[in-house]
T-cell receptor, first 113, second 111 residues
Framework: DGGITQSPKYLFRKEGQNVTLSCEQN?????MYWYRQDPGQGLRLIYY???????QKGDIAEGYSVSREKKESFPLTVTSAQKNPTAFYLC????????????FGDGTRLSIL | QQQVKQSPQSLIVQKGGISIINCAYE??????FPWYQQFPGKGPALLIA?????SEKKEGRFTISFNKSAKQFSLHIMDSQPGDSATYFC??????????FGKGTRLHILP
């Protein structure tokens, strides 16, 4: 089955710690995305990548970093600079960037201890 | 101009009724209007999408109505069922630009 796998499903972070969220896709999609979802806020774009070894900041990139070394992988690091990291994080991919259907993973819920 | 305004925030409908969710936009260059459905603890999934060259698209019980002059589009769920209870997001995008999502509507269908 083709799809997007996010891990872990739940993650806890101590104050001052960096944590990395995993996202893997086997859809052979060029574009990948990270969104943050908070209650009543919809989906806010953190970072996106149109192609391997390239990525751009989205609307709320501060305190986050990404890499795209392989087509199928787009990990997100939540750094200690992100002051309010508690949220539901969603990874998505699409055949190409732009007005294309996006396929989402089932998310990682990050909480602060 | 890049916003997509979605209403209502929450909606309660009796089983068998029609659920209607509305979205409005300002950017007349938007050319792709998808709707996503999200169940608790899951990621959103594409439900149905429309391009501005048609005024309506129907897939089963789900219909998108598109009013280009009013810059509005809506999702209609006919014969709503308890299994339709979920959060629905409208979205819009222009060409090679990012997709802009509405803030979502939490729909609850009473059994």
């Amino acid at each position: 089955d083709g799809g997007i796998t996010q891990s872990p499903k739940y993650l806890f972070r101590k104050e001052g710690q960096n944590v990395t969220l995993s996202c893997e896709q086997n859809l052979n999609h060029d574009a990948m995305y990270w969104y943050r979802q908070d209650p009543g806020q919809g989906l806010r774009l953190i970072y996106y990548s149109q192609i391997v070894n390239d990525f751009q900041k989205g609307d709320i990139a501060e305190g986050y970093s990404v890499s795209r070394e392989k087509k199928e992988s787009f990990p997100l690091t939540v750094t200690s600079a992100q002051k309010n990291p508690t949220a539901f994080y969603l990874c998505a991919s699409s055949n190409r960037f732009g007005n294309q259907p996006q396929h989402f993973g089932d998310g990682t819920r990050l909480s602060i201890l | 101009q890049q916003q997509v305004k979605q209403s209502p925030q929450s909606l309660i409908v009796q089983k068998g009724g029609i659920s209607i969710i509305n979205c409005a936009y300002e950017n007349t260059a938007f050319d792709y209007f998808p709707w996503y459905q999200q169940f608790p603890g899951k990621g959103p999934a594409l439900l149905i999408a429309i391009r501005p060259d048609v005024s309506e698209k129907k897939e089963g019980r789900f219909t998108i109505s598109f009013n280009k002059s009013a810059k509005q589009f809506s999702l209609h769920i006919m014969d709503s069922q308890p299994g339709d209870s979920a959060t629905y997001f409208c979205a819009a995008s222009e060409g090679d630009d990012k997709i802009i999502f509405g803030k979502g509507t939490r729909l609850h269908i009473l059994p």
